[in-house]
């Protein structure tokens, strides 16, 4: 396969973030959350969400995707402040999502270590994230 380009997100790629997040949540999670709940998730209502979240030039997250040179936006990661007190953490992982197809190829690993320089290079020094016990790539957090 060939390696995905890691880039900075746009406005113009919220919908196409859109499209992973729906279909990395009905993909990973599909024996883990209700299937009624999977199945009335929206590209549309995370579209707009996205472009929210882009908009804002000044922002002080981080939002990257994954782009591979012939499928387009394979995956995204978005961090920042840390919305939770946890001692000793001042950033987390909000989301880092791959199509099924791409992950286990190393793009995850590049996308995660593009979000901790980005993160350590606005300062902050220690990252956390939220997983599920049961989510069956968790052991790639660790």
Not at 49 to 62: E, I, T
Not at 101 to 108: D, E, I, L, S
Not at 114 to 121: G, I, T, Y
């Amino acid at each position: 396969m060939q390696i995905a380009r890691i880039r900075p997100a746009t406005l113009a790629d919220a919908e196409a973030i859109a499209g992973v997040h729906v279909a990395s949540w009905r993909s990973a999670y599909q024996d883990i959350l209700p299937t009624e709940f999977l199945a009335g998730l929206s590209v549309e209502r995370r579209a707009t969400f996205w472009a929210r979240q882009l908009a804002d030039p000044a922002s002080p997250d981080v939002t990257l995707v994954a782009e591979h040179p012939s499928a387009g936006i394979i995956g995204f990661a978005n961090a920042g402040a840390a919305q939770e007190l946890f001692p000793g953490y001042d950033a987390e992982l909000r989301a880092i999502y791959l199509l099924h197809t791409y992950q286990r190829a190393g793009v995850g690993r590049v996308l995660m270590a593009r979000v901790a320089a980005d993160l350590l290079a606005r300062g902050h020094a220690a990252l956390f994230l939220w997983v599920f016990a049961e989510n069956a790539s968790r052991h790639f957090y660790t």
